[in-house]
């Protein structure tokens, strides 16, 4: 699949950016993290990191252009050759390409969220003369993890390293408001429909048989928790989700790994693969969530099916082993007894 | 409240323990007919005698392990050390015997003495005469270290120690002898591990020991004609040492000085900025600066020697520092 090479918003207050020269050429083989292009903008002049390995295709912007901020000027493709049609919505394009996931009914369609604030998910902007690795006091990380500021965004404004906690001052004002802001890896949601009809025939089969009722909650850790130790390959680790409930999270290890009625939490403190939200009591039906810390699955309930969202980054998964993950997952939920086999 | 100098606080936390406590008894060159170099201990042997106020020959390790074997067997004894530089002949004594009897005897034995002793330079004393080396014994299990930093700190560090079961070390600064400071007429102590805030403040910490204290005092004084308020901190006693208090500070004000007239290396101010570093990363926001003495014998030229200790203008230089920011690639 072909990734974006963006212009990206090194200043605030940037509506172009000056392409000053191309670092790599059209059909040059490039690894991500490598220099492409320098970008010239009122303030300073910096080069741009590929984000993804491949080929540089499709430029479309020569050296000495001004490009609006936002604006595609190339694509990262897997063969030299490959040429990118349209290219506005290249997620969007690539999911089709991927095998349709599980048989007959779970119809699962990714796409790529809104693009958010800004679009940096194809770019790192790392001033001229820093290393990658940002400099900021502990005290200052902490609390940008806290508020959920981005520290990137003061490198990429060009203000001096180390940052204080003075410094996220800069970032308190600015972030919300900003149009041109370049933020965090970019989230992508992929949903799905499921109809309830087999889970709930598989609930009631339980409930009479064993006399015993399954929470729903259960279900979607235990089957989740499977769709995903299978995604990953992870026969022999722990998978450990942390679940939204009762107003905080609690953490389930290798739920897959009990019964469905003894599934429990745990004291585990490993770090989670997933969050899970079971949205199924609730009057929400389309659920956006972002996914900060990891991947986050949200279970919601329309009038005859249920409502599977998964929210995304790309660091965290590849977009293959997101879909491959919501279709085990609703393949589990269309035929309950897949889950036991 | 009358004020007394650090000479005369010694002397009196001396004489009272005495008088309560007849198995107390002290021993060390020339304190009884001179009553120290320094004349601390003045008087004493008038009114005690030449028995319990014993003028021992030159010979410290000699008497160091009188008084180890005293201790063990009852007796209560105070060691004069005239200068903290001698404490290198009597570390056998000190840190084999002393500090591991109650140990290696499985509880039955214990070593309740007092080793007074000193340190300091800028007294024009010379290499061997001017070093401060409390941290060689704060590094050895089974021995506590108290550092007075005033008068009253010195009496009522002194009471405490005299009284404590295990060996103590107390190391004055011999330049603040003569250093005057309110001390009651009442009896007082004043617990060991119990740091002292001496100056509250929500930008920095300054945390100094022994003459160290007044440096920060002095320090905290140019930043608040600044607008900085920093927070001085004495700990008082760095074995055991309070922890709590210094890293509770740290966690308001984000940033840390220590101060602490030891050479710099592997030192009492390393052990203090990492304890904090430990314990306080994530309330960070400068890097925690330590501030001792140059890693040099102290020199006898008056103008160098000045330059080897922490002085308040570098407290505050290091402390702008911090606050700014400036702190980047160990400047």
């Known amino acids: 699949m072909a990734h974006e090479v963006i212009m990206p918003a090194l200043g605030m207050a940037q509506d172009t950016g000056l392409i000053v020269s191309w670092l790599k050429n059209e059909g040059d083989k490039i690894s991500a993290g490598d220099a492409i292009m320098e970008v010239e903008t009122d303030k300073a002049t910096m080069e741009v990191e590929a984000e993804a390995s491949g080929f540089l295709t499709n430029v479309r912007a020569k050296a000495g252009e001004d490009v609006p901020v936002g604006d595609v000027v190339a694509y990262i493709s897997e063969s030299a050759d490959e040429v990118v049609e349209g290219g506005e919505k290249p997620k969007a394009a690539a999911a089709k390409d991927e095998p349709a996931p599980a048989e007959e009914a779970p119809k699962a369609q990714a796409e790529p969220a809104k693009p958010e604030p800004a679009p940096a998910k194809e770019v790192s902007v790392t001033p001229a003369n820093t290393g990658d690795k940002i400099l900021a006091s502990p005290k200052a990380k902490k609390l940008a993890f806290e508020e959920g500021l981005d520290i990137a965004q003061l490198a990429a404004k060009g203000v001096p390293q180390p940052y204080h906690v003075k410094d996220l001052e800069q970032l308190r004002g600015a972030q919300g408001v900003g149009t041109s802001t370049v933020s965090g890896p970019q989230t992508f949601h992929i949903g799905a429909s499921v109809p309830r009809k087999k889970l709930d025939a598989f609930k009631d089969w339980f409930k009479t048989d064993h006399q015993t009722k399954i929470e729903n909650r259960s279900i979607w850790l235990g089957f989740a928790t499977s769709a995903f130790r299978a995604v990953l390959e992870a026969t022999e680790k722990d998978v450990c989700v942390l679940s939204s409930e009762a107003g905080g999270y609690l953490s389930y290890l290798n739920a897959d790994r009990r019964k469905l009625v003894e599934i429990a939490p745990s004291e585990s403190n490993a770090a989670p693969n997933f969050i899970l939200r079971d949205l199924t009591e609730t009057a929400i039906d389309m659920v956006q969530a972002s996914a900060a810390v990891c991947p986050t699955l949200s279970i919601a309930r329309s009038k005859k099916a249920f409502v599977v969202s998964l929210a995304y980054q790309s660091d965290q998964l590849s977009d293959d082993q997101a879909l491959q993950f919501v279709a085990e997952f609703t393949a589990r939920l269309n035929e309950p007894l897949r889950h036991l086999l | ?331």
């Open chain 2, 1 to 331: 409240m009358r004020e007394i100098t650090l000479s005369k606080a010694v002397n009196e936390a001396i004489a009272e323990e005495m008088r309560r406590d007849p198995a107390i008894f002290l021993m060390g060159e020339d304190v009884a007919e001179a009553g120290t170099p320094f004349k601390v201990l003045s008087g004493l042997v008038e009114e005690f005698g030449p028995n319990r106020i014993l003028d021992t020959p030159i010979s410290e390790p000699g008497f160091m392990g009188m008084a180890v074997g005293a201790a063990m067997t009852g007796s209560r004894p105070i060691v004069d050390l005239m200068f903290g530089d001698f404490i290198f002949l009597v570390m056998d004594q000190l840190c084999n015997q002393a500090a591991k009897t109650h140990y290696m005897s499985g509880g039955k034995l214990s070593v309740p003495l007092v080793l007074r002793t000193n340190l300091g330079a800028t007294r024009r004393s010379a290499a061997q005469h001017s070093q401060s080396l409390h941290a060689l014994v704060a590094h050895i299990p089974g021995l506590r270290v108290a550092m007075p930093s005033s008068a009253y700190e010195a009496k009522g560090l002194m009471k405490t120690a005299i009284r404590d079961e295990n060996p103590v070390v107390i190391f004055e600064d011999k330049l603040m002898y003569n250093d005057k400071a309110p001390v009651p007429d009442e009896e007082y102590l004043i617990p060991f591990g119990e740091a002292n805030i001496l100056r509250e403040g929500r930008d920095i910490t300054l945390i100094g020991t022994s003459s160290m204290v007044q440096v920060c005092e002095q320090a905290a004084e140019i930043l608040a004609e600044q607008g900085i308020e920093a927070e001085v901190i004495d700990p008082r006693t760095i074995v055991p040492l309070d922890e709590d208090t210094l890293i509770n500070s740290v966690k308001k004000t984000s940033r840390a000085i220590v101060v602490d007239e030891g050479h710099q290396s592997f030192g009492i101010t390393g052990e203090i900025a990492s304890r904090l570093n430990e314990k306080a990363f994530y309330h960070l926001d400068a890097p925690v600066q330590r501030l001792g003495a140059m890693d040099v014998p102290v020199p006898f030229s008056p103008a160098l020697e000045d330059i080897t200790v922490p002085t308040p203008e570098r407290v505050v230089e290091q402390a702008l520092k911090a606050i700014k920011g400036e702190l980047f690639h160990g400047a």
